[in-house]
């Protein structure tokens, strides 16, 4: 599985919230400047991010967003299926029944799940954000 610049951002954008939660409602625009993306992108990406439930979105001239629910709750896997439409490594319609090889793929797709459910903004937080980020 290939992860897109889509994943990658969302995944940014998820972060930047999570340390910027004592900020309030966050505009897209301090995001898109802090993370290097253009707000144009982002907007995008929150479209895909939005009916899911884990965005809390504040409409007006000072509106912006919010996570809804908390890091711990929420997995690199859900991020990426919003984002990339899946996580199998080769797309079930390119495998026939009779392919001797849809077994692998079948495997390998288990263990990205089971990685990327095993990881969630918390961890990203914990593991990799600077001392001073933390929540």
Same mark, same amino acid.
């Given at each position: ?95 026939? &029944? ?33 001392? &001073?980020?933390?929540?």
């Amino acid at each position: 599985m290939q992860v897109s610049t889509k994943g990658r951002y969302a995944l940014r954008f998820l972060i930047d919230l999570c340390q910027h939660q004592a900020d309030g409602v966050i505009s897209l625009k301090s995001v898109a400047e802090r993370q290097g993306i253009s707000k144009k992108y982002l907007e995008r990406i929150v479209t895909l991010l939005a009916p899911s439930g884990m965005l809390h979105i504040t409409r007006g001239s000072q509106g912006g967003y919010q996570l809804a629910r908390l890091p711990k709750d929420i997995t690199v896997a859900e991020v990426l299926r919003l984002t990339e439409g899946g996580l199998e490594p080769v797309p079930y319609a390119e495998i026939g &029944e009779d392919d001797i090889t849809r077994g692998v793929w079948t495997k390998l797709e288990d263990a990205i799940v089971t990685c990327l459910e095993g990881i969630t903004l918390q961890d990203i937080l914990d593991d990799y954000a600077p001392i &001073e980020y933390y929540i």
